[in-house]
């Protein structure tokens, strides 16, 4: 069960998403605070503390509270469109590309395309779907998603709306099995000038690129993904578990 003080940052960060309180608004004092959700000072100043890390609230000394910009985030284990729909927050794309390429090595090793599980894939010849995707958040340009698939799976996405659906829905629809297992990198970059346009954002800046692959349930890579992601915007939140069953087995 939450505690206060996180049912407090759970109720304001809805306050922020929805727009009933906006970027640079002077949000309640305090005591006002306090007398909103019934709770103590002490609750109050640590679920400020918390939602000023997280950059939605910045405090300022004698002036109070103000809404920070709003951040969009997710979990690398949780799909673009489905983590955000968890958040109450709509999406809609953008098909930019829509194509079949032939793969990289790279790819051929990841989908594990013919003699690709090997660490150095001979050539293929079979083709993938590129699909390139601008990603929308209440109509803000949020990320460029590039995946490719392959092609058995990708000729069957003919017919979808592909601006309105989930890639991951798709592939369960098509395969019958889920994609249970997403595997990940994040890491910085600067966007070419024509991506720049596509995102709205300062050419030369930094930004996330987001690399992973997807599996279905029995272990099949399905998914090769490339994302920039705005980074003022856009924000990946990560989270540790101590398992019980590791414990004793030499692992750290």
Known sequence: MPS??????TNIEKKIQSGI????????????????FEVSRITV??????????????RIQGKGSFVGKMRFHSTDC???RDSMALQGISVRSSI?????????????????????TSSFPEPHNEQVWHFCRLRYVDDTPVAIMH????????????GYDLNNASFYRLITEITGKE????KGAVTATIPSPAECELLKVAPGTAHIWYRSVGYLEDGQPIEVSSSIFNAELYEF????????SCQGRGQH
């Open 179 to 182: 994609v249970i297992d997403t």
């Open 45 to 58: 100043r640590r679920a400020l503390a918390e939602l000023e890390k997280l950059g939605l609230v910045e």
């Open 96 to 116: 930019i590309k829509q194509e079949l390429v032939t793969p990289t090595a790279d790819i051929v090793l990841k989908l594990q395309l013919g003699t690709g």
């Open 78 to 80: 949780q799909g673009f």
């Open 21 to 36: 309180w906006s970027t640079g608004m002077l949000m309640p004092t305090e005591s006002e605070l306090c007398t909103l």
């Open 147 to 158: 995946s490719y698939i392959p092609k058995s799976i990708g000729d069957q996405f003919a």
């Open 4 to 9: 206060k003080y996180e049912k407090i940052i």
């Open 237 to 244: 939140s990560v989270r540790y578990e101590h398992l019980q």
